[in-house]
């Protein structure tokens, strides 16, 4: 789902601003959720949606908190969080049951795997069903966005001169955490997590900048994430088939070396893709946006 072009003036506060881009990505996610609560509309695309849209609004409220009353904040982002984990539940079954329907294994274990899945869509009609009753969730939204205003400091910063410290930091964060050659998966995902933290703050402060400055750097960090995601999906797959195994479930040990195979594969791909060089190169277009 592609959300309308946010536009800001160049002298919109900081708390004008928050507020245009925080109702946008609400808006999103309230409209995701309603999509996925339709049993016609229950597709995996639209699950993986639903938590794209998630994650940008609790970015949203974490970046821009300064503007925010904390507990309507901090109860609209466990809310947020809540439909993340029960979306994550079904995400994670999409992706095994997609990567083992690819060279199928025995057809015992995927009707299993549906099984689960379907149970665990029904989690997030029930979630849905609750946080609309009465219109809740979207009132919350509301609720928070018109607070904003009133926690206005009428000397804070313009937005678009606010915006380059906040994003040279989390840039600053992101290659602190660049793993070392050789390194584990905790590292990856570490590494995954600061570069998902980067992308999406660079995502929302995008209209911030002239059009197309942000375009080549947030368009490398989404290629770096879908191969870390691609590893973090495997490692989930690998963790899920050992923990069917311990049950006694139907999975034999080629699958599971087959999956730890890919793994290695796509760990390598990364050690190949990800440089020094290629590190230096994107710290480089990340200094030439900002000092635009």
Request: aromatic content about 6%.
């Amino acid at each position: 789902m592609q959300a309308d072009p946010i536009k800001l003036n160049a002298h919109d506060s900081v708390a004008t601003a928050t507020k245009k881009l925080l109702s946008s990505m609400l808006e999103q996610t309230i409209e995701c959720l309603r999509s996925t609560s339709k049993p016609e509309s229950d597709a995996v695309k639209k699950i993986h949606q639903l938590r794209i849209s998630v994650r940008r609004s609790l970015a949203g409220l974490k970046l821009f908190r300064q503007s925010l009353p904390r507990k309507l904040a901090k109860r609209l982002a466990n809310r947020l969080r809540q439909i993340l984990r029960v979306s994550g539940a079904v995400r994670e079954l999409d992706v095994l049951i997609s990567q083992l329907a690819a060279e199928p294994p025995d057809g015992l274990l995927l009707k299993k795997l549906r099984r689960k899945r379907e149970r665990a869509r029904k989690t997030i009609f029930t979630l849905q069903k609750r946080l609309g009753r009465k219109h809740r969730f979207q009132k919350h939204c509301r609720k928070l966005l018109s607070a904003i205003e009133r926690n206005t400091n009428p000397n804070e910063d313009y937005f678009s001169s606010w915006v380059k410290p906040i994003l040279w930091n989390q840039a600053v964060e992101f290659f602190d955490r660049q793993p070392t050659k050789g390194c584990c998966l905790r590292e990856l995902h570490r590494f995954r997590i600061a570069g998902k933290k980067l992308r999406y703050s660079i995502e929302l402060l995008t209209p911030a900048f002239p059009v197309g400055t942000l375009e080549a750097v947030s368009m490398e960090l989404t290629e770096l994430q879908k191969l870390l995601g691609e590893i973090n999906d495997r490692v989930d797959s690998i963790s899920r088939l050992r923990r069917m195994t311990a049950k006694g479930l139907a999975v034999t040990a080629q699958l599971l070396s087959d999956e730890i195979e890919s793994l290695e594969l796509l760990e390598q791909r990364f050690s190949d893709w990800w440089t020094p060089a290629t590190a230096d190169n994107l710290r480089q277009r990340i200094e030439a946006c900002l000092k635009a």
